[in-house]
């Protein structure tokens, strides 16, 4: 999305109420109402949704700049936990000002329109390279869609992207860099 396009929409944000999660704090639960949207000023907020068979999915890592769960803006309901990751600072709108917004500005909704589109497309392409069979094709494909590698603390991040164990990644990772040599 164009930068400006994303500030614009950040802006809204501005006169919203901070708030500060510690290291594991949940903001929100599955199942309880949706009252606010949130954006991240600094830290790190997990969202995570169990599975009928009990696996946690982790479905998005939102960082500093980032709007959390943002199909909750249309939904009565949270379909996900969120968890802050690391100490998280969050500014926070009423959904109901939000939508408002939306609807009363063209151009405002014209970037959420194209924020979301983008969305749905980076989650569609990191489900096709999900279903890539071995760790090495499904790096591949993650870094041919011009995404680079994080330094070597973010890495947990990336395999969870990719749907494999750190330590898959971390054996992928060492095979590339010895035959690098």
């Not at 790190?44 to 803006?73: F, H, K, P, Y």
Request: with cysteine; hydrophobic share 40%; charged share 20%.
């Amino acid at each position: 999305m164009i930068a400006i396009m994303w500030r614009r929409i950040t802006q809204e944000f501005a006169g919203g109420m901070l708030r500060r999660l510690k290291p594991s704090e949940p903001l929100f639960h599955s199942g309880d109402p949706v009252i606010h949207m949130f954006l991240i000023l600094e830290g790190q907020i997990t969202l995570t949704r169990q599975t009928g068979a009990g696996a946690n999915v982790i479905l998005q890592r939102a960082r500093s700049g980032q709007v959390l769960a943002e199909a909750s803006a249309y939904s009565p309901t949270y379909h996900c936990d969120a968890q802050a990751g690391a100490a998280t600072s969050v500014r926070t709108i009423p959904v109901t000002l939000f939508r408002s917004k939306l609807a009363q500005d063209s151009n405002l909704s014209e970037a959420w329109a194209s924020h979301l589109a983008s969305e749905v497309q980076s989650a569609r392409m990191l489900s096709e390279i999900r279903t890539l069979r071995t760790v090495g094709e499904r790096l591949d494909a993650w870094l041919g869609e011009g995404r680079v590698l994080p330094k070597k603390g973010q890495w947990q991040d990336v395999a969870a992207q990719l749907g494999v164990t750190r330590e898959a990644l971390y054996r992928e990772l060492g095979k590339r860099s010895s035959s690098d040599v």
